[in-house]
């Protein structure tokens, strides 16, 4: 089946991991660059350099057919202080990509927060303060009055757990904690930030829609048995409720909270932010797409959360809380160098599972392969990249065509950027980005390949 005229094609990029400039202009320190130069690790101060392509890179977006682009807008590129001062050189370069956009008949999908927060909230506590929460309303309130005569599709947050669970619990993002109590803090606050972003949004009369953007991992359980069930339900719980059911349905989990309460500090959960959370749900869903996972019941052992991070093929993460579920690998799965399962079926599971319980419309806001590659050859021969792609293509198409409403497809990434803890050689772009002084960019065979699936609105899949 194709796909409407209105159905949004394109790639996604993140302001840190693509933009580079990281102090230029008037941008202050955000907490990953502060962290990263402290420990003195892999950076994006350059990264992709898209401070300085960015024309060119839409350009490219363009002849490869895209007509949507997903980006995210730099806090500290556009707030100075706690004071919420603006920066105005900040709105001018977010500026620069809008107009570029419209020229190019190109949607811009607008992510307000993909995880680069002023150093200046980072020091009182980043997300674990809620007077976070509270200044993001200010920040996002801006990103409408600068940007809202002409975005039309906004997102608050991009991946709440994602960027919670890495820092506050397993430790291996900013600021490196490991903490349940911190977690559920940040947790709780960042849902708190998003409904306060969907109210000054609804506030401020803007045209459009809005919604959160969530790193979905549909869960199996390895059988039948109530013990199997209990677990995928935790399991459930821990990966995809906490965000999506607040998200639209404005309430936490009743199970998931009575079973923290009885461990945790839960103060943080205030009334009068329970009710901006109940008030201000989201228009649609953005989901993020890499893999799914297969659960048992807990049996022994402690919390146990490690990922992959050396992209060594045959090493395996391995997530099990204690008491709730743990993760388990189907042998007979694909994985990718950095251990994640090759599964499209899920996609087509997941989406129907969130479709039927939502009822709201559904974007894949990303969904891609990083590998190790060399950007010498021109084109680069990703043919990996274009069965994964096609796959996961082909298992949206089904999900429509059992009636999901469906609105858009990004993969990530529309250029190699660097990516969080694996710096720049975990690669995801349609479009490479070699490694010389000037950053070129060089189209992979996967660009040429996503060009026909958009111009035949996914009928050649
Ligand atoms: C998502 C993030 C992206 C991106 C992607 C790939 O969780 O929203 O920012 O990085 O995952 O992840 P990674 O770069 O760790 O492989």
């Not at 350099?49 to 807008?73: M, N, P, W």
């Not at 730099?74 to 100075?80: A, L, Q, T, V, Y």
């Not at 945790?264 to 205030?270: E, H, R, T």
Request: include cysteine; aromatic fraction near 16%; hydrophobic fraction near 40%.
């Amino acid at each position: 089946m194709a796909v409407d005229k209105g159905f949004l094609w394109g790639g996604a990029t993140a302001s840190y991991q693509c933009e580079g400039a990281w102090d230029a202009d008037g941008k202050v320190p955000s907490n990953w660059d502060w962290w990263l130069h402290e420990r003195e690790l892999p950076n994006a101060d350059v990264a992709s350099d898209h401070y300085h392509h960015v024309l060119e890179d839409i350009a490219l977006a363009k002849e490869g057919g895209h007509t949507a682009y997903r980006f995210s807008l730099s806090w500290p590129r556009i707030i100075k202080d706690r004071e919420g001062t603006v920066n105005e050189a900040g709105i001018a370069f977010y500026n620069k990509i809008i107009d570029a956009c419209a020229e190019a008949g190109i949607e811009p999908f607008v992510t307000v927060f993909h995880w680069d927060l002023p150093m200046y909230w980072e020091e009182l506590g980043g997300w674990t303060n809620t007077q976070t929460a509270l200044a993001f309303e200010h920040y996002a309130r801006v990103c409408y009055e600068a940007f809202g005569d002409r975005v039309r599709s906004w997102v608050t947050i991009n991946e709440p757990k994602w960027f919670t669970s890495r820092g506050y619990l397993v430790g291996d993002y900013p600021p490196f904690h490991q903490n349940a109590q911190e977690y559920i803090q940040a947790g709780f606050n960042i849902m708190l930030a998003s409904a306060l972003g969907v109210k000054a949004f609804r506030e401020g009369g803007f045209e459009g829609s809005i919604g959160i953007v969530h790193s979905y991992t549909p869960v199996y359980g390895i059988d039948d048995t109530i013990e199997s069930q209990i677990a995928v339900r935790y399991a459930d719980n821990f990966n995809n409720n906490w965000v999506l059911d607040t998200a639209v349905f404005g309430e936490f989990p009743i199970d998931l909270v009575t079973e923290l309460s009885r461990t945790y500090d839960l103060s943080c959960m205030k009334p009068e932010y329970l009710r901006i959370i109940k008030a201000n749900t989201v228009d649609f869903l953005g989901l993020n797409y890499y893999s799914s996972t297969d659960v048992k019941a807990w049996t022994e052992g402690e919390t146990t959360l490690r990922f992959n991070t050396s992209g060594k093929g045959g090493e395996r993460g391995k997530i099990m809380v204690k008491g709730w579920f743990e993760q388990v690998y189907n042998p007979h799965h694909k994985f990718t160098d950095w251990g994640m399962e090759i599964y499209p079926e899920g996609l087509y599971h997941g989406l129907k599972k969130a479709f039927d319980k939502y009822h709201v419309p559904l974007y894949i806001s990303e969904n891609g392969i990083g590998c190790y590659e060399d950007i010498v050859d021109e084109p680069v021969h990703d043919d990996y990249r274009i069965s994964f792609l096609q796959d996961h293509i082909a298992a949206m198409l089904d999900a429509m065509d059992d009636g999901v409403d469906m609105r858009g497809y990004f993969v990530w990434s529309l250029f190699d950027l660097y990516s969080w803890i694996s710096g720049m050689e975990k690669r995801y772009g349609l479009i490479g980005v070699a490694d010389d002084e000037e950053h070129r960019r060089v189209p992979k065979d996967s660009f040429t390949w996503f060009k026909r699936v958009i111009e035949t609105g996914g009928d050649c899949i």
